[in-house]
């Protein structure tokens, strides 16, 4: 069975870094495109960014380009995405994704709140 | 940027009746390898992440009742739940998956009447 838990969200103040990491299991990892989507509270699904399979292709949302990084661990089997220069803008539930089709996949998600 | 226009913004129709919910692209999204429109539907009940439920604008997805059915072309796209059931309350929310970024819908609130 195909799982997909995020850890790493909590509470950071504005201009503060955070690093989400996605631990996959059930499926071949490395076999996946994987995708980060957030949700602020109350709102509709964003999506963020993707990474190829061996994570030399790297895609971005305008709002988080040169902010947000997006990497991953085959051999851990684990998607990050490391996070700086926060804004509240960006508190929201972070969804690790997998993409068969499309995202065929979802994670529980893990909060990220960013407030002083 | 794709934008996805969905309607209604919320709906309440009663147990056993017919809901249909529209999604809008705002340019064409057929996938010119396979000749299919690249647009898929979410469910997303309170508190739960999204479960994908159609894609390729009309393929369910495996395990999905066959009460949801997915239909469109062109730029306009319909999820349909022929009979309602209480399980079925939930946000909907259509997306493109053509190009980057990968766009949703605004999503549409299910509720029963």
């Known amino acids: 069975e195909v799982h997909l838990v995020e850890s790493g969200g909590g509470l950071v103040q504005p201009g503060g870094s955070l690093r989400l990491s996605c631990a996959a299991s059930g499926f071949a990892f490395s076999s996946y495109w994987m995708h980060w989507v957030r949700q602020a509270p109350g709102k509709g699904l964003v999506w963020v960014s993707h990474i190829n399979t061996v994570g030399s292709t790297t895609t971005y949302a305008d709002s988080v380009k040169g902010r947000f990084t997006i990497s991953r661990d085959n051999a851990q089997n684990t998607l990050y995405v490391e996070m700086n220069s926060l804004r509240a803008e960006d508190t929201a539930v972070y969804y690790c994704?997998?993409?068969?089709?499309?995202?065929?996949?979802w994670g529980q998600g893990t909060l990220v709140t960013v407030s002083s | 940027d794709i934008v996805m226009t969905q309607s209604p913004d919320s709906l309440a129709v009663s147990l056993g009746e017919r809901a249909t919910i529209n999604c809008k692209s705002s340019q064409s999204v057929l996938n010119s390898s396979n000749r299919k429109n690249s647009v898929a539907w979410y469910q997303q009940r309170p508190g739960q992440p999204p479960k994908l439920l159609i894609y390729w604008a009309s393929t369910r997805e495996s395990g999905v009742p066959d009460r949801f059915s997915g239909s469109g072309s062109a730029t306009d796209f319909t999820l349909t739940i022929s009979s309602l059931q209480a399980e079925d309350v939930a946000v909907y929310y259509c997306?493109?998956?053509?190009?980057?970024?990968?766009?949703f819908g605004q999503g549409t609130k299910l509720e029963i009447k």
């Open positions: 994704v997998r993409e068969g089709v499309t995202m065929d996949y």
């Open positions: 997306q493109q998956y053509y190009s980057s970024p990968y766009t």
